[in-house]
C-alpha cells in the first residue's frame, strides 16, 4: 500500500529523524480533523485489525513533519511543494505508526537515559550540553516546549530501534573494490557478427514437417479472447450533454438508444484482442482491456481519448482458442524456419571455435578471412556501458567481456535475438590503485545508502503484511 509511493521517495528515505512542528500543518490538520469529526468519520485505518483514529494519526503526523532543518535546513521547503510535502508527512506518517506497533509487540523500551544522549548527540555532538541553549532552540527553532519534544523523541528512538534490529546493512571491502571496477574498468573487443539471415537460402521446409511442428507445438498458437463492440465518438459537449441526461450509463441496455437521442453515429468494430488497434483511433489499449474485460451486452464507462471521448458497448465475444491450421500457417512455418536457422548459426559458430580451439588462433582476422567473415572493434566500454549498441545494455555480455584476460577469445558463441557473436578481448584499462583509494569511502557509501533502501523498502513491505495495514482514507 506504501510501497508504490516509497518508492517514488526513495532518495529521501534515510533522512534523519529530528521533529519540526510546522504551525501551518498543525493549522490544515486541525481544521480537517474538525471536518471529520462533524462528519462523524474519525477513523483513517487499521493496524493489525485495531483502528487507528484521525487523533491518533496526527500523533504519528507530528512525528513525521521532519523539516530537516538539522540536517538540510531549508531544502525540505525550498525543494518541495506544500502538496509533495503533505504526502511525504504522511507517508512516514504511516511508517511511524507501523513501527510503534513493532515496538509495543516486541517490548522495546526507552530510558530517560537515552532520550538525554540523543538530545546531547542532535544537538551538542562535540561540545558540553547546555540547557539554556537547547531551550532556546526548542522553543524559537522548533516552537515547541522542550518537555513535548522530549515525549515524540522518545518515540522516535523506538522506531529507530525498531530499524536498526532489522536493518542491519553491511558492505564488505570486496565488494566495494567490485563495484568500482565496474564503473572504473574499461575493455575493448573484437568481435565476428552471424546473422541467422546468413543461412535462410539453406533452409528448406516440406509441407509435412510443417504440419508436424504444429501439431507439436500448439500451444505457441493460441490466440486471446477477443472483442466486437459497438462505438461512439464524443466531443467534449457531446460528453456533457449525455451525462446530464444519463446518470448512470451502465444501467442502459442498448448504446444506441444514446445514438439516436443525440444524433449521434454509431461504429462496429471487428473482432478485437488486446493488441489490435481500432480504424480511424488508433492504439488506444485501455479500450482493448475494458472491453475484454466486460460482459457481453455491458456499456463500457466513458474513456478520454487523444481526441476527445469513446463510449461503448461490447456485443460478442470469441473465446481464447488455437487456432487452426489453415489460419496459423504461415505463423508456424516463420517459427520453424527461425528454429533452424538458429541452429545452423549456433552450429556454424561452434565449428569456428573449435577450429580457432585446435590451430591455437590469436586474432580473430586470421579465421575471419577463412570463413570470409567480417571482424568488428569497439571502442574503450565500462561494465553498465552498452558493448554492442545493436543489442545495448547487456549485462550477460558485460559478465563475458569483463571476465576474459587480454588477447582470449571466449570458448562459446554470444547469442542474441538476431545475431551470434565470437569475442575476443583485445585491450583492457585496469583500476589505478591511488585513485582507488581516494575514492574508496565514497563508493562504500553509494553502495551501503543503495542496499540499505533496498531492505527498508523491503522490511516495510513485509511489515504492512505482518501488521494487515488498512488505510481508509489519503489525507
Not at 480537517?32 to 462523524?40: A, S, Y
Not at 507517508?91 to 522495546?108: C, F, N, P
Not at 541452429?343 to 577450429?355: C, D, P, S
Not at 565514497?442 to 495495514?469: D, G
Amino acid at each position: 500500500m506504501l510501497t508504490k509511493f516509497r518508492r517514488r521517495h526513495i532518495k529521501r528515505i534515510l533522512w534523519g529523524i529530528v521533529i519540526f512542528v510546522v504551525p501551518a500543518f498543525v493549522f490544515w490538520g486541525s481544521s480537517f480533523l474538525r471536518r471529520r469529526q462533524k462528519n462523524g468519520q474519525n477513523i483513517v485505518g487499521k493496524i493489525a485489525n485495531h483502528n487507528v483514529t484521525y487523533s491518533q494519526f496526527l500523533e504519528y503526523r507530528t512525528m513525521a513533519q521532519i523539516s530537516l532543518q538539522l540536517l538540510l535546513g531549508e531544502d525540505f521547503y525550498r525543494k518541495l511543494s506544500f502538496k509533495d510535502r503533505n504526502k511525504e508527512i504522511e507517508r512516514r506518517a504511516w511508517e511511524y505508526a507501523l513501527l510503534l506497533w513493532k515496538a509495543k509487540k516486541e517490548k522495546i523500551k526507552v530510558s530517560d537515559k537515552e532520550v538525554a544522549e540523543e538530545i546531547k548527540k542532535r544537538f551538542f555532538p562535540k561540545g558540553k550540553f547546555d540547557k539554556r541553549l537547547y531551550f532556546i532552540f526548542v522553543r524559537r527553532i522548533l516552537r515547541i516546549e522542550p518537555y513535548i519534544f522530549e515525549r515524540y523523541l522518545r518515540k522516535i528512538i523506538k522506531a529507530e530501534k525498531v530499524l536498526n534490529k532489522y536493518l542491519k546493512v553491511e558492505v564488505s571491502d570486496q565488494e566495494v573494490k567490485e563495484t568500482y571496477k565496474k564503473y572504473n574498468e574499461k575493455a575493448k573487443i573484437a568481435y565476428i557478427p552471424i546473422p541467422y539471415k546468413k543461412f535462410d537460402a539453406e533452409i528448406k521446409l516440406k509441407e509435412e514437417e510443417i504440419k508436424n511442428f504444429y501439431e507439436k507445438n500448439k500451444e505457441l498458437f493460441k490466440e486471446g479472447a477477443k472483442a466486437k463492440i459497438k462505438y461512439i465518438l464524443l466531443k467534449e459537449n457531446d460528453k456533457k450533454e449525455i451525462e446530464k441526461s444519463f446518470k448512470n450509463l451502465t444501467k442502459i441496455k442498448n448504446i444506441e438508444i444514446i445514438g439516436k437521442k443525440f444524433n449521434l453515429p454509431i461504429k462496429t468494430t471487428g473482432f478485437i484482442g488486446i493488441n489490435d488497434t481500432i480504424e480511424g483511433i488508433g492504439e488506444e489499449k485501455k479500450i482493448n482491456y475494458v472491453a475484454l474485460s466486460m460482459k457481453t451486452g455491458e456499456i463500457g464507462p466513458l474513456l478520454k481519448l487523444k481526441n476527445g471521448y469513446i463510449l461503448f458497448q461490447k456485443i460478442e465475444e470469441k473465446p481464447a482458442s488455437i487456432s487452426p491450421f489453415s489460419t496459423a500457417r504461415e505463423k508456424v512455418e516463420a517459427i520453424l524456419r527461425r528454429q533452424k536457422r538458429e541452429a545452423k548459426a549456433k552450429e556454424f559458430a561452434r565449428n569456428i571455435l573449435e577450429e580457432i580451439k585446435r590451430k591455437n588462433i590469436k586474432n580473430l582476422k586470421d579465421i575471419a578471412e577463412e570463413y570470409k567473415l567480417e571482424v568488428k572493434e569497439t571502442d574503450f566500454v565500462k561494465y553498465y556501458d552498452p558493448i554492442l549498441k545493436e543489442i545495448g545494455p547487456n549485462e550477460d555480455l558485460s559478465k563475458i567481456v569483463f571476465h576474459l584476460k587480454k588477447g582470449e577469445i571466449w570458448s562459446s558463441p554470444f547469442i542474441s535475438s538476431q545475431k551470434i557473436y565470437i569475442i575476443q578481448l583485445t585491450d583492457f584499462i585496469p583500476i589505478e590503485k591511488e585513485k582507488f583509494k581516494k575514492e574508496k569511502e565514497k563508493y562504500k557509501q553509494r553502495l551501503f545508502v543503495q542496499r540499505a533502501l533496498l531492505k527498508r523498502l523491503k522490511f516495510f513491505s513485509q511489515l504492512e503484511k505482518e501488521a494487515n495495514l488498512v488505510i481508509y482514507t489519503q489525507l
